[in-house]
């Protein structure tokens, strides 16, 4: 019989998806895609309709598994002390949406704002960067102001069948299977930012790309592993 999937249902244990949670907000401060309380992160809690989400404005240091928000898919709190974060409506939008997602990332790298900010694309100038966004790079949703239902549908209509958009003069959203699998592809997006952020500062024009052989390779090998099933 099909588990009950209603907010109603038994509670689930959730305890180490909030550990998970953190661990993830905590080393995408660590690795300085966001600073104090920036950016937000959601996972989807298995067998369940219900989404955990970080709070809003608690800084990462502070923030333990009991902080979490715990949402059902129409935004509505089930669990949790605080106020999630102020971008609900595009995680949650994204898990209607999306069935394959399990996770969410939004941070505010510098390089990659920096980059789209002057209008610059980040092209596929790594191999990481490839093969975690199966060569398609980066989608970017027109600017308009965040948290609101429209900007959530914005942004989903923009990402398409990307796995990561640019809010620019903002940051980067992107999904994957699990929490974890979002923040690597904010690593790589940033990673790659950089990279091509500092060749073009040698000013020696356009760096190379990755040969467009050994980026059908790794798109090929990405999907074999299931990191990019769903889109
Ligand atoms: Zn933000």
């Not at 690795?31 to 992160?41: A, I, M, R």
């Not at 369940?48 to 129409?74: F, K, S």
């Not at 699998?181 to 790309?209: F, H, M, N, T």
């Amino acid at each position: 019989m099909e588990q009950a999937l209603d907010s109603d249902a038994e509670p689930v244990d959730d305890t180490g998806l909030r550990r998970t949670l953190v661990a993830v907000a905590r080393q995408a401060e660590a690795l300085q895609l966001v600073q104090h309380s920036q950016g937000n992160f959601s996972a989807r809690v298995p067998g369940t309709n219900l989404v955990l989400i970080t709070p809003t404005g608690i800084p990462y240091v502070e923030m333990g598994p009991e902080d979490l928000v715990a949402v059902d898919l129409e935004r509505n709190t089930v669990r949790g002390p605080h106020r999630p974060s102020s971008e609900l409506e595009v995680h949650c939008l994204t898990y209607r949406s999306r069935p394959w997602v399990g996770g969410c990332a939004h941070v505010e790298p510098p390089y990659l704002n920096a980059l789209y900010a002057l209008n610059l694309r980040v092209p596929n100038v790594l191999g990481n960067f490839v093969y975690l966004f199966a060569g398609r790079g980066l989608a970017v949703a027109p600017a308009i102001r965040s948290g609101t239902r429209e900007f959530a549908e914005i942004t989903l209509e923009a990402m398409g069948d990307h796995l990561g958009v640019v809010w620019k003069n903002h940051g980067i959203f992107c999904v994957g299977h699990t929490v974890r699998s979002a923040l690597d592809r904010c690593v790589a997006a940033e990673q790659a930012a950089k990279v091509y952020y500092l060749a073009l500062a040698l000013k020696r024009g356009e760096p190379d790309l990755v040969p467009e052989g050994a980026q059908e390779d790794m798109v090929r090998t990405a999907a074999a592993l299931g990191l990019t099933r769903g889109i």
